[in-house]
């Protein structure tokens, strides 16, 4: 990263009308094709995963491949949650943001 505005998101994938009531095969295909695109800090989390960038086109285009993954996998549907936050007046990464809340945790 470097001093450009600092682009976070966050996309949930819900695969729905599979036999299984787990979803962690089509969230893991759906992670590994984030992970593809090159310059993006990806985060897993049990209910999302997060992305970061400098650059909105990237985050778009692994919230676009990730929503594709999910539907080739063979679901009837899929609803992706997405979060975008793009602070223009300073770069601020989402460890920074974290740090930042811990400091003022008592």
């Given at each position: ?14 695969p729905?009308?599979?036999s299984?009531?787990s979803?962690g095969?089509e ?5 590994n094709?984030?992970?593809?695109i ?12 997060q992305?970061?960038s ?8 692994a ?5 594709n ?8 549907r899929?609803?992706s949650?997405i ?15 974290v740090?930042?809340?811990k400091?003022?945790?008592?």
């Amino acid at each position: 990263m470097n001093n450009l505005p600092i682009v976070d998101a966050e996309i949930s994938i819900e695969p729905i009308g599979t036999s299984d009531t787990s979803m962690g095969k089509e969230v893991a295909a759906a992670y590994n094709a984030i992970r593809s695109i090159q310059n993006l800090k990806v985060t897993l989390t049990p209910m999302s995963t997060q992305i970061e960038s400098d650059n909105l086109d990237d985050i778009l285009q692994a919230i676009r491949i990730a929503h594709n993954s999910a539907k080739s996998s063979g679901v009837k549907r899929v609803i992706s949650t997405i979060r975008i936050d793009e602070r223009l007046d300073k770069p601020n990464t989402m460890e920074e943001k974290v740090q930042s809340v811990k400091a003022k945790v008592s």
